[in-house]
C-alpha cells in the first residue's frame, strides 16, 4: 500500500524542505525594471511568476516568491538599497544548515511580506505526509531556537561568556558592513565564515530528512 505522499522543495544543500505547493505566491507584484524582469516558471506542478534579477554588481539570480513563513533564519538589518520589488525592504536568508539561499522582503511598515528563494539553491523533492509533518515541526523549532541564539548573541549573552561574545558580536558587525558592501552577492566565503564560527548548540538544532527518519527507526 502506498503512503499518501507531497512534493515540496528542499535546500539543495541539505534536503531540508522549505516551501510547499499552497505556499508559492502566484500574483504579480511591482518591480525594479532596470534590474528585473518575470517569466513563467513551472515548480511543484504550479505555473508560477519567477524573476530574473541583477545585482549592482552584474550577479543574476533567478528568484521565486513564496509566503513569509517559520522556514528560514533571517539575517541583518533592513535595507532598501537597489530592491527589486518596489517599495520593499530586504534581509538575507539562510536554511538552517548556513546555506544562503534567498532575501527576506518586508514592506514600508516593516511587516514580512514574502521571501525570495533562488531557484538554483532549492530541488524538487517527494516525502510521505507523515515524514514531511515531522519534519517541518523540527525544522520550525530549529529555526525559532537558532534564531533566539543569534539575538542573544547580538545582546552579548551572559557575563561569563562575554569575551567570546564580543568576539563573536564583531565578527558578526564586520560580516554585515561586507554585506552592505556587496548587496544581493552570492557570498561562498560568508558561508565558509559563518560555517567556522557556528556554535555547537547551533549545529546540534539542524535538522535534516534523515534525523526523522533515524527517530522513525
Not at 519567477?50 to 533592513?78: K, L, Q
Not at 523533492?125 to 533566539?148: C, G, H, K, P, W
Request: aromatic share 6%.
Amino acid at each position: 500500500m502506498l503512503l499518501p505522499s507531497q512534493s515540496a522543495l528542499c535546500c539543495s544543500r541539505c534536503s531540508l524542505p522549505l516551501a510547499r505547493r499552497e505556499d508559492l505566491l502566484l500574483d504579480r507584484v511591482p518591480i525594479l525594471s532596470s534590474a528585473c524582469f518575470s517569466y513563467e516558471l513551472e515548480i511543484l506542478g504550479e505555473t508560477i511568476l519567477a524573476y530574473s534579477a541583477t545585482n549592482p554588481s552584474a550577479i543574476r539570480f533567478d528568484v521565486i516568491r513564496i509566503a513569509a513563513n517559520p522556514c528560514v533564519v533571517v539575517h541583518g538589518e533592513p535595507s532598501n538599497e537597489h530592491s527589486w520589488f518596489i517599495s520593499m525592504n530586504w534581509k538575507m536568508i539562510s536554511c538552517v544548515c548556513g546555506y544562503h539561499i534567498g532575501w527576506a522582503f518586508f514592506n514600508e511598515e516593516g511587516a514580512a511580506a514574502f521571501w525570495g528563494l533562488i531557484v538554483t539553491k532549492l530541488t524538487e523533492r517527494e516525502f510521505a505526509l507523515s515524514e514531511m509533518n515531522d519534519i517541518i515541526q523540527l525544522r520550525d523549532e530549529a529555526v525559532r531556537r537558532m534564531t533566539l541564539l543569534r539575538s542573544e548573541n547580538d545582546d552579548g549573552g551572559d557575563g561569563d561568556d562575554d569575551d567570546d561574545n564580543d568576539d563573536v558580536n564583531e565578527e558578526q558587525q564586520q560580516q554585515e558592513e561586507d554585506d552592505d558592501d556587496n548587496i544581493y552577492e552570492e557570498n561562498e566565503t560568508e558561508e565558509e565564515t559563518d560555517s567556522d564560527n557556528s556554535t555547537q548548540e547551533e549545529a546540534s538544532e539542524r535538522v535534516t530528512p534523515d534525523d526523522v527518519r533515524e527517530e522513525q527507526l
